[in-house]
């Protein structure tokens, strides 16, 4: 945020490495679920890309994965700390 702000960008992207086993989901109120998913802030766009560098596992054997929930809230309020 802090760079589109500074740089007057309507839009800006964050790409995330994920080295957990965890998948990331972002619960965010654009109900088209395109991707990447996106985040509409002070009437600016915000895009979300996550590359998952993480252990790779066959599918079939991974199990149930943990699944760590990405809101609007949290996200603006991590953002306006830093």
Do not use: C, W
Request: hydrophobic residues 45%; proline residues 2%; charged residues 25%.
């Amino acid at each position: 945020m802090k760079y589109v702000n500074d740089y007057n960008k309507d839009f800006g992207y964050l790409v995330i490495f994920n080295a957990d086993n965890a998948e990331l989901h972002f619960q965010l109120e654009d109900i088209s679920k395109a991707f990447p998913p996106m985040l509409v802030y002070n009437n600016k766009r915000y895009f979300f890309i996550v590359v998952n560098i993480g252990e790779h596992v066959a599918a079939s054997k991974v199990g149930k994965q943990e699944v760590i929930e990405l809101s609007t809230d949290f996200l603006v309020s991590k953002a306006e700390l830093a």
